[in-house]
């Protein structure tokens, strides 16, 4: 009988695995599949799901990386508009929902990434140990030989180094892919002892940058952590939807076209050298990256650059903390240089998107973001703002008492403002995460814009700008009273 099981699940598994590496369960089967797994990742999905068609190609694509780990990680996948019984056990409410099973157990909720890469670094993280152990000169090259960088860690001894190594190894397991190795052969091999350091897929070398990244610093943990975010993806890293901490220093030029390196490695090439020749020429002033146009799609709109998008050229954008600036040229090498010169000499004008700057102004002024600055930042007066989305029913409850509080305040030195966040940029400077979203911006201090979360009722307004207003209202005192008449 156990045979006879063993026998089923084994050609299960064969078939699933020709029809794709993603494995497919069922109610009829999923007990029994999913205890063969060390570590799986089941995603409950609908077919009718849009979030689940979005994700549904980058869950094919991390699953054969993921299958040849070691150890392991199966990508398994369950229909729930057919196998109720199955996501009816799990408790599965909304799709796609993911969960980490551990030897046929659910362990644990999936929070990473729902792009490939990030799928795959995320999984890999979760099994095995933070730090695999390479043992043989051979392990060494096969683990060098991937197609991602990855970490490795030479130690002739136990040291201080090596300890604060396995303590990055354990926190940063989900974004990197570390190793080490105390063996004399592999030491000599690669020419390193009591080192960290990143060894960059053969697809990625070029002549313009390093292929292995060592770390020079000493055994504080912060300093390593900072060494592989910022330090290891060369003059002109592939930026993906997996590794976007590591491109968050400004300015950045992205410059975007159909980078493929599995499809299409000689043509992704191409371009990022022609990047990388005006990249070196800026070393530790601005970094350059390089992205999928596809995976991107709605950054380049963001950024500018929806107009062109469909050109056989890569299209670029500079993203600075003054703002982001697209490119109009055709793509060149000194057309590339050229601007990133003029925007780093401040002569070119940053993209923003903006409504019409508004003809008229009643008692709530209409931010936009072309008039935000000379309305909001360089006005000598506090300043309220809300940001709103029209379809927001929140908002629309606050809208008549934001009236009545602008009428109350006209004759005040206060601005009371609001900008549609969904037809306008927002400034760097605030972050707007639903809607509405406030802040209180004194006078005297409009680069530390500070949030609002008291009550949105008119009285609960008045009572916080008559106490934190920079001079004092002229017709409310410091406690939101009104002010007698022999006090004006």
Not at 78 to 91: A, I, L, Q, S, Y
Request: hydrophobic share 35%.
């Amino acid at each position: 009988m156990i045979w006879v099981q063993a026998a089923l699940v084994a050609s299960f598994l064969a078939f699933a695995s020709a029809g794709g590496a993603v494995l497919e369960y069922t109610d009829g089967n999923f007990e029994d599949l999913i205890q063969t797994h060390d570590i799986a990742l089941v995603k409950f999905y609908a077919p009718w799901c849009g979030h689940c068609k979005k994700m549904a190609p980058e869950y094919e694509k991390a699953a054969p990386k993921l299958a040849s780990n070691d150890p392991p990680v199966a990508l398994v996948k369950v229909d729930c508009t057919t196998e109720k019984t199955v996501c009816d056990k799990f408790g599965v409410k909304g799709f796609p929902t993911l969960k980490i099973f551990r030897n046929g157990v659910p362990a644990q909720d999936y929070d990473g990434p729902r792009d490939a890469d990030g799928i795959v670094k995320f999984m890999r993280g979760q099994s095995g140990p933070s730090s695999k152990e390479l043992k043989t000169v051979a392990e060494f090259e096969k683990f060098v030989d991937g197609d991602e960088n990855v970490v490795v860690g030479f130690f002739d001894n136990e040291s201080k180094l090596k300890d604060s190594f396995l303590k990055v190894a354990d926190t940063e397991r989900d974004r990197f892919a570390f190793a080490h190795t105390s063996n004399k052969d592999i030491i000599k091999k690669a020419g390193y002892s009591d080192d960290v350091v990143v060894f960059t897929p053969k697809k990625l070398h070029n002549k313009f940058d390093t292929n292995e990244f060592k770390y020079d610093g000493n055994y504080d943990t912060d300093k390593i952590k900072n060494f592989l975010v910022h330090e290891t993806v060369g003059l002109a890293g592939i930026r993906t939807q997996g590794n976007l901490f590591q491109f968050e220093q400004k300015p950045i030029v992205i410059v975007y076209y159909n980078v493929d390196y599995v499809k299409d490695p000689k043509g992704s090439n191409y371009w990022r050298n022609r990047v990388l020749k005006v990249a070196q020429n800026y070393k530790r002033k601005v970094q350059f990256a390089v992205s999928n146009k596809e995976e991107f799609s709605s950054e380049i709109e963001t950024n500018g650059l929806g107009e062109r998008k469909d050109s056989d050229k890569p299209i670029v954008a500079i993203l600075t903390n003054e703002g982001k600036y697209p490119m109009d040229q055709e793509f060149s090498v000194d057309n590339l240089k050229q601007f990133v010169d003029e925007v780093l000499a401040g002569n070119a004008e940053p993209y923003m998107k903006s409504e019409p700057i508004p003809e008229e102004q009643g008692d709530v002024k209409v931010a936009v973001g072309k008039n935000f600055k000379q309305l909001i930042m360089d006005a000598d007066k506090d300043v309220l703002i809300e940001f709103y989305a029209p379809w927001c029913g929140h908002c629309k409850s606050l809208a008549p008492k934001y009236d009545e509080l602008a009428a109350k305040l006209n004759k005040e030195d206060v601005i009371i403002a609001k900008m549609d966040a969904t037809a306008n940029d927002v400034p760097p400077l605030f972050e707007v995460r639903g809607f509405p979203t406030l802040f209180w911006l004194p006078k005297n201090s409009k680069s530390n814009p500070v949030p609002y979360n008291g009550g949105r009722e008119v009285k609960d307004f008045v009572n916080f700008i008559s106490k934190h207003s920079t001079d004092g209202l002229k017709g409310f005192t410091r406690d939101g009273k009104k002010k007698k008449h022999t006090e004006l």
